[in-house]
């Protein structure tokens, strides 16, 4: 027994000594590492060669200069209005265009359709190589296709080729014209960005000379909501300049350089003095304390004053307010989902507010929920109450959601329904008009039979 116990503290002596002391946790990771970069290097040794071109890969990345870094942020200024300047002067000015213009008239291919002059691929490809490299861009054989329709003699319309080169080089000069206000240059513009964009823009545009200098700031707050609403979703503060140039919003803006505009256009276009001054003028007159916001009370009164109390208090607890009231900016968001309630912006707006039990999705509770203001409403109106039940099962109907049982945004938006769907549970105006629609019907078809009449 003497002898095995003297046997295992032998062992254990032997043990320590070859363990040594025992080693950290830092230690321990140091020294896998060295093994680890052993072995690596022992294997690789075998197929080792003299490509040595993993030592020049191009920088690819560049990290933006921090705000104290004065003189890199100037530096990257000025290099990307050089680079813009650059970029401008490959453009095509109005001398080269008319020089275009020129070209295309002298090489058109008879025989005319009808007052419209066209050309052949032969003789475009004769202007591209007489209209110099500014233009070489527009002379290519897929720009040809995209404007060929159905010539007999396999021709296109040299006004629409040259209104495509006109709308691509508008285009790049607004692209390069926004590209100057962003100034984090990273492809986007900012609240604050476009609103300095539309304030010098102001000056140039003759259908805005009638506006006070003090209204200028409330117009531009009008004019950058309706950017921002639509295409700013998710509420992220900033847009894409692509996404700006792929809406219409901005030809609608400077549609207001035409002296000429219609008083019909004026008053569809958002951006014009008329359509900003009613918005304005409709919230001065809401605001009957004169405090500059909104209460539930005054908002109430908005349209024709019939949207539900209940809708009202989702809009209130949902929105931005101060004090529990609404300034002009949260105001317009509300007017533009209202007044564009078939758009999936609008409805995205509208949708966050009758989600209450906020499940990403409408049920029969929901539905219930809001239809039970508009039943209130018209006993206060002294009219019979409609069924739920009925109006349920028309909405599903109208819908017809994946689901059976919820009706997501999704189905909303792709039914082409949402806005009628949403004036029956906020409005009792929009549910008078839906059920009474066909007395309505007929009622317009009676006044047209008048005046056919007559």
């Known amino acids: 027994c003497g002898a095995g116990m003297d046997w295992q503290r032998s062992l254990r002596s032997r043990l320590a000594a070859r363990c040594g002391p025992k080693k950290s946790e830092q230690e321990l990771k140091d020294e896998e590492m060295e093994l680890f970069t052993k072995y690596y290097i022992e294997w690789k040794g075998e197929r080792k060669s003299g490509n040595t071109s993993y030592m020049n890969i191009p920088r690819f990345y560049y990290r933006l200069p921090a705000e104290d870094e004065i003189l890199l942020q100037k530096l990257r200024e000025e290099s990307r209005a050089v680079f813009l300047q650059r970029k401008s ?12 213009w020129f070209l295309l008239d002298k090489h058109q291919t008879s025989p005319m359709t009808g007052e419209e002059a066209m050309i052949n691929y032969e003789n475009f490809l ?32 040299i006004m629409q080729f040259f209104n495509y ?15 100057l206000y962003d100034v984090a240059g990273q492809g986007y513009l900012r609240e604050s960005d476009l609103e300095n964009y539309i304030l010098e823009l102001i000056p140039t545009l003759p259908q805005l000379d009638g506006l006070e200098k003090s209204f200028y700031s409330f117009y531009v707050c009008t004019a950058v909501r309706k950017f921002f609403f639509f295409l700013d979703p ?52 809401l605001d009957k304390d004169h405090n500059g916001m909104l209460s539930k009370e005054e908002l109430s009164r908005y349209g024709t004053g019939t949207l539900t109390n209940i809708f009202l208090d989702r809009v209130f607890q949902e929105c ?10 949260t105001y317009l968001d509300f007017v533009l989902a209202l007044e564009n309630r078939k758009e999936p912006a609008a409805l995205q707006y509208i949708f966050k507010l009758l989600d209450i039990e906020n ?16 039943q209130e409403q018209m006993k206060i109106h002294g009219q019979e109450p409609v069924s739920f039940q009925d109006v349920k099962d028309e909405i599903f109907d109208m819908v017809k959601p994946k ?9 909303l938006i792709n039914s082409s329904q949402g806005d009628t769907v949403t004036s029956i549970l906020i409005d009792l ?4 008009t839906y059920e009474n629609r066909e007395v309505l019907v007929a009622s317009d078809n009676d006044n047209t039979a008048d005046v056919d009449d007559t």
């Not at 931005?320 to 900016?329: A, R, S």
């Not at 689901?403 to 189905?411: A, G, V």
Request: aromatic content about 14%.
């Open 403 to 411: 689901d059976p049982y919820k009706i997501s945004l999704q189905d």
């Open 89 to 100: 002067r490959e453009l095509l000015d109005n001398e080269e265009l008319q020089n275009l």
């Open 234 to 285: 998710l509420r992220t503060g900033k847009i894409k300049i692509q996404d700006i140039l792929a809406c219409s919003f901005l030809d609608d803006l400077l549609e207001l350089r035409d002296e000429e505009l219609s008083k019909e256009s004026q008053e569809t276009n958002w951006f014009s003095a008329p359509s900003a001054l009613r918005v304005y003028g409709q919230y001065l007159n």
């Open 165 to 179: 080169v006109m709308r691509k080089v508008w285009l790049h000069q607004t692209r390069i014209g926004l590209s």
């Open 429 to 432: 105006n929009g549910f008078w």
């Open 126 to 157: 004769k202007v591209g190589e007489k209209a110099g490299p500014k233009c070489k861009q527009f002379f290519t054989a897929k720009i040809f296709a995209k404007l060929l329709h159905n010539d007999p003699y396999g021709r296109i319309s």
């Open 359 to 374: 499940k990403g999705y409408l049920n029969v509770f929901s539905l219930n929920y809001f239809f039970r203001a508009i």
């Open 320 to 329: 931005l307010t101060y004090d529990g009231e609404m300034d002009y900016k």
